[in-house]
């Protein structure tokens, strides 16, 4: 996994109004306007007191949705004087609901390192379903295959993961990791599931604190997609096996549950470009804020105000996370 800033996203507030002042200059010219402050009544909602606005206080700025009492109340972007941005949804002046948090890229060595969240939020921390997202790619590149990418698409619970698929991919070579993680961000599952692309090798069984204590391990024909065989392993702690049940020593009926499950599993993860998917969404996302959200106007726009709930709440769109929770579920 790669080093990673979530914990340290702000929670400064950019909004210090004088409501009396604001209502009394809308109610006389239809708007309020100050340096580094612009605020109006918001046209696309049937609210009455419901406000638009575009504030700036110092490196913070916010663009969005404001209440009667002129808190952060609907969709809009704040940016912070360390560089994050979170679009997404307000309730009661804390982030609610849907939204997509940035840490700000740095560029080392012609590369870009990038790093978001994209999901649901409650009382300002991460909570619920989301997707976190690690790149490292050549400055300018549009091309998924040119970067390096990590990805969490799962359950988080108070900012931690809980569980999820973790997918990793390195140049051509990826990996992945369906299961449970404990306290500390660890693979920790007594039936989780490792998949190598480089060996076409799927992995079932008990896992600690990222090592593998035992399991099925099952190799495939890259070509065909059929299962080449597949073993009973015990680990010795450091990725070294220290015993070996072969495929026939396997009673029956268990090697033949264990074998639909693998390969029931391999075929979803298979089945779509997910990494390819998340790379896209990134990419639309991220150049909707650079063209658009320069000013409050976005948010009268019938066509791009649509968008900013569309692509904050994206997250749900199918995900190989909830493609291989509802398997399992259909093949108890």
């Known amino acids: 996994m790669s080093e990673s800033k979530q914990q340290k996203e ?12 604001i209502l009394e200059a809308i109610s006389k010219d239809g708007a309020y306007h100050k340096e580094g402050c612009n605020i109006r009544r918001w046209e696309g909602s049937d609210e009455t ?3 638009i606005c575009d504030i700036t206080n110092g490196k913070n ?3 969005g949705v404001l209440n009667g ?17 979170y679009l997404g949804y307000f309730e009661d002046d804390k982030r609610e609901k849907h939204g997509i948090y940035f840490w700000p890229s740095e560029e080392k060595n012609g590369k870009v390192l990038t790093e978001c969240y994209y999901g649901f939020w409650k009382e300002n921390k991460k909570d619920h379903h989301g997707i976190y997202l690690w790149m490292n790619e050549p ?22 993961f809980n569980k999820g698929t973790y997918l990793s991919k390195v140049g051509d070579d990826y990996y992945l990791y369906h299961g449970n993680f404990d306290s500390l961000g660890r693979k920790s599952d007594e039936s989780g599931m490792f998949y190598s692309a480089k060996y076409d090798r799927l992995i079932r069984g008990r896992i600690e604190e990222d090592v593998f204590i035992n399991g099925y391990v099952a190799f495939f024909d890259s070509e065909s997609g059929e299962m080449s065989d597949m073993v009973y392993a015990e680990f010795d702690g450091k990725d070294k096996i220290k015993s070996l049940k072969q495929r026939t020593e396997i009673a029956e009926e268990e090697r033949v549950k264990i074998e639909g499950k693998l390969n029931d599993f ?24 650079d063209e658009n959200m320069h000013s409050l106007d976005v948010l009268d726009d019938k066509e791009k105000f649509p968008t900013i709930i569309k692509l904050c709440v994206g997250y749900n769109d199918k995900n190989i996370y909830s493609d291989i929770e509802k398997m399992f579920k259909t093949k108890k």
């Open 49 to 51: 007191d419901s406000f």
């Open 266 to 289: 391999r075929n979803v993860i298979l089945n779509e470009d997910y990494f390819g998917i998340l790379y896209e969404k990134y990419k639309e996302i991220t150049a909707f804020i």
């Open 69 to 85: 009492k002129f808190d952060r109340e609907g969709y809009g972007m704040n940016t912070f004087e360390n560089g994050d941005r």
């Open 10 to 21: 702000t929670s400064a507030d950019t909004l210090e109004l004088d409501k009396q002042t």
């Open 139 to 160: 400055k300018g590149n549009t091309e998924f295959e040119k970067a390096d990418f990590d990805a969490y698409v799962g359950t988080i619970i108070k900012d931690k």
């Open 61 to 63: 700025s916010f663009i």
